[in-house]
């Protein structure tokens, strides 16, 4: 079974006290759900039409480990918790 990525590209951020209460939640919901941070940051460097924004990048054993892990109350909670602090993009990739 081949591993998947989620992937979370910020595009802007307009509340820090709501990130970091979402941060402080969705860590360990994503990590309990058997989800692995391998990078978060801002890029450290853009090419093409890419843009200086956070992204994080957590992998998981499968797709559907990745999209209940999204599902769970403590993600749902976490979400709750970022309200309207961040407009971003979340994906769900699998690996090759």
Same mark, same amino acid.
């Given at each position: 079974m !081949? =591993? @998947?990525y989620w992937i979370s590209a910020y595009r802007s951020i307009s509340d820090l006290d709501k990130l970091a209460a979402y941060a402080k939640l969705a860590a360990p919901a994503i990590q309990a759900a058997g989800g692995r941070f391998? @990078?978060?940051g801002? @890029? !450290? =460097?853009?090419? #093409?039409? +890419?843009?200086? /924004?956070?992204?994080?990048?957590? #992998?998981?054993?499968s797709v #559907? /480990? %990745?999209i %209940? @892990?999204?599902d769970t109350p403590g993600y749902q909670a976490a979400l709750a918790a970022? +309200?309207?602090? !961040?407009?971003?993009d &979340?994906? &769900?990739v699998e690996g090759v």
């Open positions: !081949a =591993k @998947a391998l @990078a978060r801002v @890029a !450290a =460097k853009t090419y #093409e039409n +890419g843009m200086m /924004q956070r992204t994080t990048l957590i #992998e998981f054993d #559907e /480990q %990745a %209940a @892990a999204h970022l +309200g309207d602090g !961040a407009d971003r &979340i994906r &769900i």
